[in-house]
């Protein structure tokens, strides 16, 4: 039992020590800390720099000196350089700066009106070509080595606008209400204030006049600040003057001691605000996406233009709407699911319109009399312009059955309505309608592939039939007198105009079959 208690009672004792050594190593440090306190107290009450009164806690006049003599250099800048910051132009006016000629050169060739200018007279592919190039050689310029010396330079630049942008005239007025922004005709009148009054705006002041690269080429800067705003930002022979007490201030540390002894933290530190920014790559990005969509647009309003052509040449209109539910319009309720919707209705529009409104009258009439009336010399041509000719005829049922199984009472029409209707609350729907719409997307191009081959079979045996009337022996038809003769027209003319319409037809279908497939 005694050595049991001989236990308890060196337990207790350990517990105690520690809680001794806990307490005293806190009043040691608390101890410490107002030792450093009192050292740094004196190092301010005797430092060449009256800025700061350790006694009272008060800001002496000096203080309010220098940083007037810091704004009456920087005002001017904090005009012109406003919002430069965050200014593209800027980012582009320092890479800029380090390009050479041959550079300079190359990057003209990437603007928007040089493109402009090329795609009047080169096709998209050249076009594209030509871009590609020019953007990897002026990319390959900016290589990794130039980079870093662009961002470095563009971190410099960016200090001296934080630096510049600091709020000089609201800490100012704290020392004298009566000072003007950027006015510097009134003779301000400092008097002591309490430091801590102003200790965390000294602070803030720190975090941009220690990222301020005092040693930088500032001749240099200005010279480039003044290309960029066709003024000069800062009168250069103030701001050199200016250096050498900014470094004075910077290497005493006067204004690190005064906050710290302010706020009673003699460990304090301050973190300097380092842009650090990279500015090439999103440069490059920036210049290759615009290219990117420059001529992707070219190309567009290219692809449009020859639409238009070919609608007015095949249908005398640009303006074509045959479809009743496959539509458009239709396409208004998917996108507020956001969904693609009917993804062929032009092209099924215009070629509804083209076997309605002319296959079935005017080729039906010719390719009648020359299948009916025509002595073939072999049966496989006439066979296959059969074929294809019927193949064309079925297409036309196909797509009015297509269209009309879409509408409200259709059996995909409701069954996609119905699908929609539940969609916001069923996933398993939106997803039913996504499949529907690839199915039914799927089958529009099918019909559309389907007739461009077919319309291109009848138009080889019409393109043929035109060279053998030019024949002096016919090698296709043998009778084209009595063709004639039963027709009413002039063959030529007649085979010519409907296999121009053909032609123009196969083009139009084909930007709609070469865009699906991309």
Same mark, same amino acid.
Request: hydrophobic fraction near 40%; avoid cysteine.
């Given at each position: ?231 000069? $930002? ?41 842009a650090g920014e990279r500015i090439v790559e999103p ?34 209109t640009t303006v074509i709407l045959r479809m009743k539910? =496959? ?39 010719? $390719? ?87 319309l291109i079979a009848i138009g080889r045996h019409l ?39 053909? =032609? ?15």
């Amino acid at each position: 039992m005694a050595k049991n208690s001989d236990k308890a009672q060196s337990g207790d004792s350990n517990i105690f020590q520690r809680l001794l050594s806990i307490f005293f190593s806190a009043g040691d440090a608390d101890a410490e800390r107002k030792k450093q306190l009192r050292l740094l107290g004196k190092d301010l009450g005797h430092s060449r720099f009256k800025f700061y009164k350790p006694k009272t806690f008060e800001a002496l006049p000096g203080l309010g000196r220098f940083f007037y003599e810091v704004y009456k250099t920087v005002a001017p800048a904090q005009v012109t350089l406003n919002n430069a910051a965050s200014s593209g132009a800027l980012k582009a006016f320092v890479i800029e700066s380090f390009l050479g000629k041959e550079q300079k050169a190359m990057l003209s060739r990437l603007e928007d009106d040089y493109v402009l200018d090329k795609a009047k007279t080169l096709s998209v592919k050249d076009l594209q070509e030509q871009v590609k190039q020019d953007m990897i050689n002026f990319f390959s310029a900016l290589d990794a080595e130039r980079s870093v010396q662009i961002d470095t330079a563009y971190n410099v630049l960016l200090s001296f606008i934080n630096f510049t942008n600091f709020d000089y005239y609201f800490l100012l007025k704290k020392f004298d209400a009566n000072i003007t922004e950027r006015s510097f005709t009134y003779n301000p009148r400092f008097e002591p204030i309490s430091a801590d009054y102003i200790a965390d705006d000294v602070a803030d002041f720190l975090e941009v006049f220690l990222a301020l690269n005092l040693e930088a080429d500032w001749k240099r800067i200005f010279a480039a600040l003044k290309e960029y705003r066709n003024i000069d $930002v800062i009168q250069i022979d103030t701001w050199l003057k200016l250096i050498p007490a900014l470094n004075e201030v910077r290497k005493s540390q006067i204004l690190e001691q005064v906050v710290r002894h302010v706020k009673q933290d003699p460990y304090m530190q301050y973190t300097p605000r380092t842009a650090g920014e990279r500015i090439v790559e999103p440069y490059i990005d920036k210049i290759k996406n615009q290219t990117t969509l420059l001529i992707q647009k070219i190309a567009q309003e290219r692809r449009g233009s020859k639409i238009e052509e070919l609608s007015k040449a095949v249908f005398g209109t640009t303006v074509i709407l045959r479809m009743k539910n =496959y539509t458009e319009k239709a396409n208004m309720v998917f996108a507020k699911k956001m969904l693609g919707g009917f993804t062929q209705t032009a092209a099924l529009n215009y070629l509804k319109a083209y076997l309605m409104d002319y296959f079935k009258k005017d080729i039906r009439e010719l $390719v009648d009399i020359l299948l009916i009336r025509g002595q073939w010399a072999t049966n496989i041509q006439s066979q296959q312009l059969s074929d294809a000719y019927h193949a064309m005829l079925e297409v036309s049922d196909l797509i009015i059955q297509f269209d009309e199984n879409l509408a409200e009472d259709g059996d995909q029409g409701s069954r996609l309505r119905v699908a929609l209707n539940k969609s916001d609350r069923d996933k398993d729907a939106l997803k039913y309608v996504r499949q529907m719409l690839k199915d039914i997307n799927d089958k529009a191009a099918g019909i559309i592939s389907k007739s461009a081959i077919n319309l291109i079979a009848i138009g080889r045996h019409l393109r043929s039939m035109i060279d053998d009337l030019s024949k002096p022996h016919h090698e296709m038809i043998l009778n084209w007198r009595e063709i004639e003769s039963v027709s009413g027209k002039p063959l030529r003319d007649y085979i010519t105009e409907t296999y121009k319409k053909i =032609y123009y037809m196969v083009q139009l279908l084909q930007f709609y079959v070469k865009e699906d497939k991309e």
